[in-house]
């Protein structure tokens, strides 16, 4: 079975850094590109970054270019995302998801790790 | 970047009825459409993949067509259990970007 456990989400004042983590198994992790998405509060989803299976690529949506980073590591079947000078319209829940097709879906998701950036 | 719209935003309908989403891409993105359901405290499930491909395990009531800009979700006769926001997505090109969403609920 697919399972994909999110962690990391906190209370975080604006300006604040966090890591979020997500640990995955009952699939060959290194084969796929992962992806993290978030939803805000009450809102819609957001796709915010995908990384490739050998981590040879990453793509982000513009609002967290050059504050968020996000990485992997096969070894351990664990997706990362790196979080700096965060702001408050970054609070949401963020879910990891598998990569389907390439980059193009994601057929499993995790239940999310809520992050509040707040003062 | 490109912008999924959708329509209805949201839409009341009663069980059997067959229910129709629209989601129009603001330029061609080939089929790399997908469509997610979502139930309120649960994280999305995939639904249909490449336009029209229905995901292993989702029922056959679901279907997708649509290409280059214009695609539509179809539920044949809604089930309670199908009570639910639902996105579209493409894959396309990167940023990824979602609908808004389209929330069906009970008449």
């Known amino acids: 079975e697919v399972q994909l456990v999110e962690s990391g989400g906190v209370v975080v004042q604006p300006g604040g850094s966090l890591r979020l983590s997500c640990a995955t198994s009952?699939?060959?992790?290194?084969?796929?590109?992962m992806h993290w998405v978030r939803q805000p509060p009450g809102k819609g989803l957001e796709w915010v970054s995908l990384i490739s299976w050998d981590a040879g690529s990453a793509y982000y949506i513009d609002s967290v270019k050059g504050r968020f980073t996000i990485s992997r590591d096969n070894s351990k079947s664990s997706l990362y995302l790196e979080m700096h000078s965060l702001r408050i319209d970054d609070t949401g829940l963020y879910y990891c998801?598998?990569?389907?097709?390439?980059?193009?879906?994601?057929?499993?998701w995790g239940q999310g790790t809520l992050v509040t950036v707040s003062s | 970047d490109i912008q999924m719209t959708q329509s209805p935003s949201s839409l009341s309908a009663s069980v059997g009825d067959r229910v129709t989403i629209t989601c129009r891409a603001s330029?061609?993105?080939?089929?790399?459409l997908n469509w997610y359901q979502q139930k309120p405290g649960t994280a999305p499930r995939l639904l249909i993949y490449s336009a029209s491909s229905l995901q292993r395990g989702v029922p056959s009531r679901f279907s997708g067509s649509g290409s280059g800009t214009d695609f539509t979700l179809t539920i044949n006769s809604l089930q309670p259990e199908d009570f639910a926001t639902y996105y579209c997505h493409q894959g396309y090109n990167t940023p990824q970007t979602f609908g808004q969403g389209t929330k069906v609920e009970i008449k």
């Open positions: 330029q061609s993105i080939s089929n790399y």
């Open positions: 009952g699939f060959t992790f290194k084969d796929y590109t």
């Open positions: 998801a598998k990569g389907f097709y390439g980059y193009s879906s994601a057929d499993h």
